[in-house]
């Protein structure tokens, strides 16, 4: 059984720093992407970050410059490191795996509990 954990959340001023974490656990065969999601009340989930197994990574334009997503392939941890944080980047950060149980499986899409990121003065 596969497990996606975020931790690292909480509550800073805006212009300070967090930084994240997600541990996937479990029998894996291959772990694809990784990927930090985020949901603020009243909106949509949107993708803040991702970085695929080569190390490529995409960002939402809101973050590019202050967020850097990195990977820990050893430990199939994922990181998001967030620096300048504003008000608005308050949200529900979410983690996603992107992975297969083994070889002859579909690549399948496992989602943590999320954790909550509050950014206010």
């Known amino acids: 059984q596969v497990q996606v954990v975020e931790s690292g959340g909480g509550l800073v001023q805006p212009g300070e720093s967090l930084r994240l974490s997600c541990s996937i656990s479990?029998?894996?065969?291959?772990?694809?992407?990784m990927g930090w999601y985020r949901q603020a009340p009243g909106k949509e989930r949107e993708l803040v970050a991702q970085?695929?197994?080569?190390?490529?990574?995409n960002y939402a334009d809101s973050v590019k410059g202050r967020f850097t997503i990195s990977r820990d392939n050893a430990k199939n941890t994922v990181y998001l490191q967030m620096n300048s944080l504003k008000p608005e980047d308050t949200a529900v950060y979410y983690c996603?795996?992107?992975?297969?149980?083994?070889?002859?499986?579909?690549?399948?899409?496992?989602w943590g509990k999320g954790t909550l990121v509050t950014v206010s003065s």
């Open positions: 996603n795996a992107n992975l297969r149980l083994a070889y002859n499986y579909p690549d399948m899409s496992y």
């Open positions: 479990g029998s894996i065969f291959n772990l694809n992407a």
């Open positions: 970085i695929i197994s080569s190390g490529n990574t």
